[in-house]
Nanobody, 120 residues
Framework: QVQLVESGGGLVRAGGSLRLSCVYS????????QGWYRQAPGQERELVARLNSGDSSGDKGDYADSVKGRFTISRDRAKSTLYLQMNSLKPEDTAVYYC??????????WGQGIQVTVSS
């Protein structure tokens, strides 16, 4: 059984930083992408950043325009962990952040979500 567990969220002031972590457990096959999404109250879930299966450790991944230059996605394959470094946080970054793995098929795996709150 595949499980994704996020950590690292919390409350931070505008301009601050947080690093989210997502640990994958279980067997993941034919993964197309791993990424972070977020959902603010009353809004749809949106992509924040993702790494595609063909990306090497040096690739930068795909980012939402709203976070480019501020957020960085990375992964440690040996630790089965995906990270999201969030710098220069803004109040509009406040949302529940979800870790995901999308496999060919398609099959989707999601974490339980973690709250990030940025105060002004």
């Amino acid at each position: 059984q595949v499980q994704l567990v996020e950590s690292g969220g919390g409350l931070v002031r505008a301009g601050g930083s947080l690093r989210l972590s997502c640990v994958y457990s279980g067997r993941l096959f034919n993964v197309r992408s791993q990424g972070w999404y977020r959902q603010a109250p009353g809004q749809e879930r949106e992509l924040v950043a993702r790494l595609n299966s063909g990306d090497s450790s040096g690739d930068k991944g795909d980012y939402a325009d709203s976070v480019k230059g501020r957020f960085t996605i990375s992964r440690d394959r040996a630790k089965s962990t995906l990270y999201l470094q969030m710098n220069s946080l803004k109040p509009e970054d406040t949302a529940v952040y979800y870790c995901s793995a999308i496999a060919y098929g398609p099959t989707e795996y999601w974490g339980q979500g973690i709250q990030v709150t940025v105060s002004s």
